[in-house]
C-alpha cells in the first residue's frame, strides 16, 4: 500500500536497446525479504512488461505500477538473462 517503500527495495534502470529506445528495466540489486525477493525477481532480470502491456519508458512503468497496486493479480514479462521472455502470473 505505501509505493515509496516498494520502490526503494529494489534498483532498477531502463534497459536501453542499441537504438536508444527503452526496453524494460534491469534489476540492478534487490533487498533481502523484500517483495521482489518473495516474487522471485533478482538482479540481472529485466521486467519487459505487465499484464500485457510492453515498459517502454519510466513514465509507463510508473504508470503500470500504479494500476496494479490495486490488482489482486499481475502478470509480469520477465527475461531472466537469457533472451527469452517468460511470463509469470502473482
Known amino acids: 500500500s505505501n509505493l515509496t517503500d516498494v520502490l526503494q527495495q529494489a534498483v532498477a534502470r531502463p534497459n536501453y536497446l542499441p537504438d536508444g529506445s527503452t526496453d524494460g528495466f534491469r534489476i540492478l540489486d534487490v533487498q533481502p525479504n523484500s517483495i521482489f525477493e ?6 540481472g532480470y529485466v ?9 517502454d519508458s519510466p513514465a509507463k512503468a510508473m504508470q503500470l505500477f500504479n494500476s496494479l497496486k490495486n490488482s489482486s493479480e499481475v502478470t509480469i ?9 517468460q511470463t509469470q502470473t502473482y
Open 77 to 85: 514479462d520477465i527475461d531472466k538473462g537469457d533472451g527469452r521472455v
Open 38 to 43: 518473495k516474487l522471485g525477481i533478482q538482479r
Open 47 to 55: 521486467i519487459k512488461g505487465a499484464n500485457g502491456e510492453p515498459i
